[in-house]
């Protein structure tokens, strides 16, 4: 039988699945250090799980009532040598050592307590350990409310001029949809500095209601006219980079379950032969990472976030990722099919029609991302629920083949 590394970890993933005596933990540690007062209401904001690294566990939370606190658990194995000054460990029976850290320690982003005084009321709103932070601020110094994001590299440099050409293409009524205004690029503190969009957050579920068509109309004739602009990002999405990251996903996801062999090397052949006979049109600007909840929705219209991985590449690459959020989301239930054909219908109401068969192989490859991300999360079953992805990954490719042959 050939060995799993999720399947060693099972009594570690149950017991670190539950929140409450992590919680109590918390509480009495930050009570004990004198970190927050006791009894906060603590909320899980994340959770990662890859026993190829030596904290084979991190877990984020975060109080939800005023004057946001942060801690940071990471468990390993092994002991870790603490020297961050708000940072304490134990060992824990069945689980391992855990690492506590209060936020904004944090060796990897040592700046962070600084960016977080340039503003007011700041939130914290994702937090990636040792690798970025995003804060919102109600006003920045100098200015209104905005957004930071703070990095481990200089990415943000990309970023920042990518937002700035964005801007000004939104500027001359290029976009359909308003992004956000960039402010500044802070090499010193790593940090990218933006403008706040106007609208409210758009929730997946919305998109299943009455008028969920008519607003799935609208984000697909909105992000047509992103596809058709004369933006050139830096980065190619091209035939070559989606098949080695698909490769990428395939090998990490062989090496936490070696099980899923048969499906994952049968997917990425279909993947190689699928691009191998596809007609690839010339490039556009992709967002990238184009799922339901990155939209605003405000009284003149629309807005859009989080541009920060844009690259050239297919038209259907972006498409493919807002159809597969909302199936994912939909779990089975068949709400998705007036959705889809709107969203469609609005995408190619002003663009050239998209290409069903690269439509099907690139919803193929988001499956494919999605059941790494399964067997990433804090959970006894992220091995069948990462079998799952793969099917649903099988079976795009199964429907492209017919459409084909049809």
């Not at 092994?78 to 134990?90: A, D, K, Q, W």
């Not at 439509?359 to 079998?387: E, V």
């Amino acid at each position: 039988m050939i060995d799993s590394l999720c399947d060693s970890y099972q009594e570690q993933l149950a017991r670190l699945s539950g929140d409450q005596w992590l919680i109590n933990l918390i509480n009495e540690i930050g009570e004990n250090r004198t970190w927050w007062l006791p009894d906060r209401p603590w909320t899980r904001m994340s959770g990662k799980f890859d026993p190829r690294q030596e904290a084979y566990v991190t877990l984020v939370f975060h109080t939800q009532d005023a004057s946001q606190e942060i801690c940071l658990i990471e468990v390993s194995k092994n002991s870790r040598e603490g020297y961050l000054v708000e940072e304490t460990s134990m060992f824990v029976n069945n689980v391992g050592w855990l690492c506590l850290t209060r936020f904004p320690e944090d060796r990897s982003l040592p700046l962070l307590a600084k960016v977080l005084s340039e503003g007011t009321h700041a939130k914290v709103v994702q937090y990636i350990p040792h690798h970025r932070c995003t804060i919102q601020f109600r006003e920045i110094k100098d200015g209104g409310p905005g957004f930071a994001k703070v990095f481990d590299s200089d990415v943000g440099r990309r970023i920042h001029d990518d937002g700035v050409a964005l801007w000004n293409l939104a500027a001359q009524g290029g976009l359909a949809f308003s992004v956000p205004r960039p402010e500044r690029w802070d090499e010193h503190h790593l940090t990218l500095w933006q403008g706040t969009v106007e609208g409210k957050p758009i929730r997946t579920s919305q998109l299943f209601d009455s008028n969920g068509p008519d607003l799935a109309y609208k984000m697909g004739h909105a992000i047509a006219t992103f596809h058709q602009s004369s933006m050139t990002p830096r980065i190619m999405f091209d035939q070559k980079t989606v098949l080695q990251q698909a490769r990428r996903h395939g090998t990490a996801l062989l090496v936490r379950e070696p099980q899923l062999r048969g499906e994952v090397e049968s997917l990425l052949r279909e993947l190689q032969q699928a691009h191998d006979g596809a007609t690839h049109k010339k490039p556009v600007p992709l967002h990238t990472d184009l799922h339901p909840e990155q939209w605003l929705k405000h009284e003149r219209g629309l807005g859009l976030v989080d541009f920060d991985r844009i690259a050239l590449g297919d038209p259907e690459y972006d498409v493919a990722s807002f159809l597969t959020e909302l199936e994912f989301k939909d779990k089975g239930r068949g709400r998705i099919s007036k959705v889809t054909k709107a969203f469609r219908d609005g995408y190619e109401s002003i663009a050239l029609p998209l290409d069903p068969s690269l439509l099907h192989t690139y919803r193929a490859h988001k499956w494919l991302a999605k059941a790494l991300r399964a067997i990433g999360k804090i959970q006894i079953d992220g091995a069948s629920r990462a079998q799952k992805c793969l099917f649903h990954g099988l079976e795009c490719l199964s429907e492209k083949n017919k459409n084909e042959a049809s």
